[in-house]
């Protein structure tokens, strides 16, 4: 059995956990395990969620390196293996839809940023009041 995860992620732009950046497929991974029911997925639905129409050629490879550079970034007891596939070992006072929610915001965040597209932090939305004085 694994030990919970202590709360050290924060989904700020960009996220972190423990103050490393969490970027790319590390941080897919656990939005995906973290948005899913019990925290857990298998082999194949994280496989299909990391490389959405487009796998590796060797996908169940891919996906324990993955893995193990999420242990190496939050612990090897941040997730085990289950069955076919991971579950995701949060503390008991991290909501796991709460934490998916505020991970797909980053991850948006982040990709509106990559392509400068959208608002900002210091670019306000199309059509935004703005404050006077």
Same mark, same amino acid.
């Given at each position: 059995?694994?030990?919970?995860?202590?709360?050290?992620?924060?989904?700020?732009?960009?996220?972190?956990?423990?103050?490393?950046?969490?970027?790319?497929?590390?941080?897919?991974?656990?939005?995906?395990?973290?948005?899913?029911?019990?925290?857990r997925?298998?082999?194949?639905?994280?496989?299909?969620?990391?490389?959405?129409?487009?796998?590796?050629?060797?996908?169940?490879?891919?996906l324990h390196?993955?893995?193990? $550079?999420? &242990?190496?970034?939050?612990? =090897?007891? /941040?997730?085990? %293996?289950?069955g076919?596939?991971? @579950?995701? #070992?949060l503390? +008991?006072?991290?909501?796991?839809?709460?934490?998916?929610?505020?991970?797909? $915001?980053? &991850?948006?965040?982040?990709? =509106?940023? /990559?392509?400068? %597209?959208?608002?900002?932090?210091? @670019?306000? #939305?199309?059509? +935004?009041?703005?404050?006077?004085?």
């Amino acid at each position: 059995m694994t030990s919970p995860v202590p709360a050290w992620l924060s989904l700020t732009d960009p996220p972190t956990w423990c103050g490393t950046v969490l970027s790319g497929r590390s941080l897919d991974l656990l939005t995906a395990l973290a948005g899913s029911r019990d925290a857990r997925m298998s082999d194949g639905a994280l496989i299909e969620a990391l490389w959405p129409g487009d796998l590796p050629a060797q996908p169940l490879r891919a996906l324990h390196v993955v893995v193990s $550079r999420v &242990r190496a970034v939050v612990g =090897r007891a /941040s997730s085990s %293996a289950v069955g076919d596939g991971y @579950r995701l #070992a949060l503390a +008991a006072d991290v909501d796991a839809c709460d934490l998916s929610d505020r991970a797909e $915001r980053a &991850r948006s965040l982040r990709r =509106r940023r /990559s392509v400068g %597209a959208g608002p900002g932090p210091h @670019r306000p #939305a199309p059509g +935004a009041r703005l404050p006077r004085g």
